[in-house]
């Protein structure tokens, strides 16, 4: 069974930082596309930091966390995080991991961490 199993999230104070984990299980053996998503309370979900190696040797990110988000991988590629600095109350959301990958069951796909809850308050 595929799993992206999250952490990090929390309540922090504006200007504070927080740091989010994304561990995916062993069945996974491939990590082609992989980035942060996060959808806030009455809103869509959008994206938030994406690396797809074949399209950017650089990740992207929302123009909106530009220079106060960093998304990393492990050397392995099995562990994703994403670095959050300077945070705004905007930024309370549930924040999901994404992975486009290929696992042992011999089939590519799109597999999403359960969500972890970011809030942003004084």
């Known amino acids: 069974q595929v799993q992206l199993v999250e952490s990090g999230g929390g309540l922090v104070q504006p200007g504070g930082s927080l740091r989010l984990s994304c561990v995916a299980s062993?069945?996974?053996?491939?990590?082609?596309?992989l980035g942060w998503y996060r959808q806030a309370p009455g809103k869509q979900r959008e994206v938030v930091a994406l690396?797809?190696?074949?399209?950017?040797?650089?990740?992207t990110y929302a123009e909106s966390v530009k220079g106060r988000f960093t998304v990393s991988r492990d050397y392995d590629g099995t562990t994703m995080y994403l670095q959050m600095d300077n945070l705004m109350p905007e930024d309370t959301a549930i924040y999901y991991c994404?992975?486009?990958?290929?696992?042992?069951?011999?089939?590519?796909?799109?597999?999403w961490g359960q969500g972890t809850q970011v809030t942003v308050s004084s």
């Open positions: 062993a069945s996974i053996l491939s990590i082609y596309n």
């Open positions: 994404w992975m486009d990958a290929y696992t042992r069951a011999r089939r590519r796909d799109d597999y």
């Open positions: 690396i797809e190696p074949g399209r950017s040797t650089r990740p």
